[in-house]
């Protein structure tokens, strides 16, 4: 067996490690091993443990593998007991992750204001995968799990609640989820984009102030998005948040580095603009206050698996279909079951990320167990493939009819965003699989596999009916309400695809 991919790291890393002496990291992350290099002989970072007071004053160089505190798991070591916050419990990822953390011994507390359930519903939408209330949840995995999650119900925005509850929980890992997470929704009319940037920039800037004043140690765990970097044109690759040591821009004949930069953004939506202003509000928070945080950004999320997930009905995450709040793949899966076409949105030509529910949620676990150094703000790429929009659609109906008996058509849509609908697609996402040990274990046909066996339940197919009124995309990137025109439909295995090859770098 390989060695687990955080054996090495120290103190360093570690939430109980309390930094004393006369260390200044403000320089993001990037100078700490000069840091080091220039101070470690003579003896001037030390450390206490907040879990091994004991040991009193002493240079933080006990590794992971030597702590007690740190035992070997399933996704290597993990901090005996974690004390991880999720903010945004009650959603599709918040609900997933606070099982599987409670299932590794973590001490899982959570919050959410409903506001996902409750936008669902202005939809007329609902869950097709039907959610007990909170409470409920909450006792459904103590009976089947024996485990204890502390909820509170609370809007991210409530800075004065949020705090005394960090206050008293004292996380040493936060999972920020807690976003409006749809770009429609933001595209809705004015009172909806103003909603998405006040609840998810500005309660982001909140917690950052709170986390400097209580938990400085702990890591911020934020869920970004691939789309804040939008499909460029040249083809450039998209790299891990900033550009590689080797990258030079190039001008009249001049030349410059540009390693370590944050590369552009060029997001799609009001929402994908308002995870690209989170960026920099952490990138500068772990600068001023030596806060750290690893912003994910993660490619589109399909699925309904995890372990902890299909132990039991009661504990199932929600599954989305509507215009709003559905993702891609899921969508197409309900809309085979329906009988409606799979809506292709414009040419059928964007190539994405995407990554499974399972696969996404070890990545977290990945990311949890091995936090960032204080002061180190790291952007990864949280994808597992990467696919252009029409052979989804194939791969689903081939799927559905070879498997469920469906007869799936596809049809294109006249776009109601305004994205580029052909384009070149090269994304690095290397530091998941080489620095975190993360493998992909779910292939997109076996999710896809997975999700018709669940939603094709007669419960399930039931409710995909009642709400398939949903499923059109009427919210237009120009404000107008209207159905959209068919560009053309077809019988899948007709089209030949071609145009850009996708291209994902994952070797270090
Ligand atoms: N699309 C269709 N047909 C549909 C729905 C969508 O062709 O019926 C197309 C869209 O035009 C888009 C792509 O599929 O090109 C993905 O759309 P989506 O609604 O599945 O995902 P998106 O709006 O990009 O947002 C989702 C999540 C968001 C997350 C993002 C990751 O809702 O929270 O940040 O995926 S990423 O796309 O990489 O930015």
């Not at 990037?30 to 080091?36: L, N, R």
């Not at 459904?140 to 409530?158: S, W």
């Not at 040249?234 to 001049?254: C, H, S």
């Not at 580095?257 to 772990?286: L, W």
């Amino acid at each position: 067996m390989s060695e687990p991919h955080n054996a090495e790291r120290t103190c360093w890393n570690c939430p109980a490690a309390i930094f004393r002496g006369n260390v200044d990291f403000r320089a993001c992350g990037q100078s700490q091993e000069e840091i080091k290099a220039q101070l470690g002989d003579e003896g001037q970072i030390m450390i206490e443990c907040s879990r091994r007071p004991e040991l009193g004053h002493y240079e933080p160089t006990i590794t992971f593998e030597e702590c007690p505190q740190w035992e070997l798991g399933d996704y290597g070591y993990q901090l005996k007991n974690m004390r991880v916050m999720i903010l945004g419990m009650d959603g599709y990822l918040g609900w997933t992750l606070a099982l599987k953390l409670a299932r590794q011994g973590c001490e899982v507390s959570g919050i959410d204001n409903y506001l996902r359930r409750d936008s669902v519903m202005e939809k007329g939408a609902h869950s097709i995968i039907p959610i007990p209330k909170m409470t409920d949840r909450l006792h459904a995995a103590t009976e089947k799990f024996g485990v204890h999650i502390n909820f509170r119900r609370m809007d991210l925005r409530d800075r004065q609640k949020l705090a005394e509850f960090i206050d008293e929980v004292k996380p040493e890992a936060i999972v920020h989820y807690a976003e409006v997470p749809s770009a429609p929704y933001s595209m809705v009319d004015m009172d909806h984009a103003i909603y998405t940037q006040d609840n998810n920039t500005l309660g982001t800037l909140g917690l950052l102030w709170i986390m400097k004043d209580i938990v400085p140690e702990s890591s911020l765990i934020k869920l970004g998005t691939m789309g804040e970097y939008g499909a460029p044109l040249t083809g450039r690759p998209l790299f891990e948040g900033m550009f590689p040591a080797d990258a030079v821009l190039k001008w009249k004949d001049r030349e410059w580095s540009m390693g370590g930069e944050i590369t552009p953004r060029d997001p799609v939506s009001f929402y994908h603009v308002s995870k690209v202003q989170d960026t920099y509000n952490i990138y500068e928070a772990c600068k001023y206050w030596w806060l750290r945080s690893y912003d994910i950004m993660q490619g589109v999320i399909y699925g309904v698996h995890t372990d902890e997930l299909a132990h039991d009905d009661t504990l199932r995450s929600r599954f989305d279909i509507d215009e709003w709040f559905g993702t891609v793949i899921n969508r197409f899966i309900a809309q085979a079951i329906a009988g409606i076409p799979l809506t292709i949105y414009g040419a059928g030509e964007q190539i994405k990320g995407f990554i499974a529910l399972d696969d996404a949620m070890e990545c977290m676990v990945r990311l949890i167990s091995s936090p960032p150094e204080p002061g180190q703000y790291e952007v990864v790429n949280q994808v597992s493939g990467l696919y252009k929009l029409r052979d989804i659609a194939e791969t689903v109906a081939k799927v559905g009819n070879e498997k469920y008996g469906l007869d799936v058509e596809i049809q294109r849509l006249e776009n109601p965003r305004v994205e580029t609908e052909e384009h070149p697609f090269e994304a690095v996402s290397s530091k998941l699989p080489n620095e975190f040990g993360f493998e992909q274990t779910v292939p997109l046909e076996k999710e896809v596999d997975r999700m018709f066996q669940v939603l094709t339940q007669p419960e399930m197919k039931t409710r995909i009916k009642e709400k398939e009124h949903t499923i059109m995309p009427k919210t237009t990137w120009s404000g107008e309400k209207k159905d959209p025109e068919v560009i053309e439909r077809y019988k899948p295995g007709t089209k030949d695809s071609d145009g850009f090859e996708a291209v994902l770098h994952s070797e270090e």
